[in-house]
């Protein structure tokens, strides 16, 4: 670590040059970085608390100046899940493994919006932070992860209606509910490490806006939401793996509603595919994160 003094010789009457030198030193401490500029724990730790205001302003500015508000966040699953269930349910007759087909689907899309939801959010929050990217010093980071845990808010809306479409048709989670957390969890790094790749590639190619819808409405029919796996066997099972969103729906519909349980080997592989997407998302955001000020 180098320290450099930097001493003011401004000459302003009354004050003396030698009374500026007295009041106005101080240090500038240049301290070699290792690693990631964004993902310095201490550094993270440190700016803890602006994550937290990044996530309020976060869900303000969303439903800001909206005429429906928060309502949003449970209108979209369930308007999905009323055509998913008229389609798929009743015209196409896709079978739903014996669970009633608004909740085979609504258990899906509940984890399917708050993944779809972070990434587009945070695949724009660089372009649509570009004064505050620009003017301050901050992780970087930051500004991906808040669209992720505001997201996790309309999460828990719409999770609330489907505890009531449970109660509706009488169905309890099975014992598999305790590992609730964790597919919740496999949802947010996927969101986390997509959204933070999306990120940086919006601030240099703008036309990735204008990508991410699209490639998110082929990953929906992809994932396991309107229909089953379970004549599908191996290995293409297991391949099917690789989309970490599918071991997420397939877990969340497991613990729910008690579909089958998703196979080990599945789950293992979605895990690893969604550990796999943070971690490329987030050195790919942290090798940019020095162009960003200039090229946004």
């Given at each position: 670590?180098?320290?450099?003094?930097?001493?003011?010789?401004?000459?302003?009457?009354?004050?003396?040059?030698?009374?500026?030198?007295?009041?106005?030193?101080?240090?500038?401490?240049?301290?070699?970085?290792?690693?990631?500029?964004?993902v310095r724990p201490a550094e993270l730790w440190a700016y803890r608390e602006l994550l937290y205001f990044l996530t309020w302003r976060d869900i303000k500015v969303r439903y800001k100046q909206t005429v429906l508000g928060v309502s949003w966040a449970v209108l979209q699953p369930v308007l999905a899940m009323i055509?998913?269930?008229?389609?798929?349910?009743?015209?196409?007759?896709?079978?739903?493994?014996?669970?009633?087909?608004?909740?085979?689907?609504?258990?899906?899309?509940?984890?399917?919006?708050?993944?779809?939801?972070?990434?587009?959010?945070?695949?724009?929050?660089?372009?649509?932070?570009?004064?505050?990217?620009?003017?301050?010093?901050?992780?970087?980071?930051?500004?991906?992860?808040?669209?992720?845990?505001?997201?996790?808010?309309?999460?828990?809306?719409?999770?609330?209606?489907?505890?009531?479409?449970?109660?509706?048709?009488?169905?309890?989670?099975?014992?598999?509910?305790?590992?609730?957390?964790?597919?919740?969890?496999?949802?947010?790094?996927?969101?986390?490490?997509?959204?933070?790749?999306?990120?940086?590639?919006?601030?240099?190619?703008?036309?990735?806006?204008?990508?991410?819808?699209?490639?998110?409405?082929?990953?929906?029919?992809?994932?396991?939401?309107?229909?089953?796996?379970?004549?599908?066997?191996?290995?293409?099972?297991?391949?099917?793996?690789?989309?970490?969103?599918?071991?997420?729906?397939?877990?969340?519909?497991?613990?729910?509603?008690?579909?089958?349980?998703?196979?080990?080997?599945?789950?293992?592989?979605?895990?690893?595919?969604?550990?796999?997407?943070?971690?490329?998302?987030?050195?790919?955001?942290?090798?940019?994160?020095?162009?960003?000020?200039?090229?946004?």
């Amino acid at each position: 670590m180098a320290r450099l003094r930097a001493v003011s010789t401004i000459e302003a009457p009354p004050r003396t040059v030698e009374a500026v030198r007295d009041e106005d030193d101080f240090d500038v401490v240049v301290e070699r970085t290792h690693g990631l500029p964004s993902v310095r724990p201490a550094e993270l730790w440190a700016y803890r608390e602006l994550l937290y205001f990044l996530t309020w302003r976060d869900i303000k500015v969303r439903y800001k100046q909206t005429v429906l508000g928060v309502s949003w966040a449970v209108l979209q699953p369930v308007l999905a899940m009323i055509l998913f269930t008229i389609v798929f349910g009743h015209v196409a007759k896709v079978s739903s493994s014996g669970i009633p087909y608004p909740i085979f689907s609504y258990s899906a899309l509940v984890a399917w919006y708050f993944f779809a939801t972070s990434t587009q959010s945070a695949s724009n929050s660089l372009v649509g932070n570009t004064q505050l990217v620009t003017k301050v010093y901050f992780p970087r980071i930051f500004v991906v992860a808040s669209p992720v845990l505001g997201a996790a808010v309309d999460f828990a809306l719409a999770f609330l209606i489907l505890v009531a479409l449970m109660v509706y048709y009488g169905i309890a989670p099975t014992i598999g509910v305790v590992a609730l957390p964790a597919f919740f969890l496999l949802a947010a790094a996927a969101a986390t490490g997509l959204g933070a790749w999306l990120a940086a590639l919006n601030v240099k190619y703008r036309d990735v806006r204008f990508v991410v819808p699209f490639l998110l409405q082929l990953w929906l029919f992809a994932t396991p939401i309107v229909y089953s796996i379970d004549k599908l066997h191996e290995p293409w099972r297991t391949l099917f793996g690789i989309n970490p969103m599918a071991g997420v729906v397939l877990g969340f519909r497991w613990a729910l509603a008690g579909g089958a349980a998703p196979s080990g080997l599945l789950v293992l592989a979605s895990a690893l595919s969604g550990l796999v997407i943070l971690v490329a998302g987030v050195l790919y955001f942290g090798r940019t994160e020095k162009t960003f000020a200039d090229v946004i």
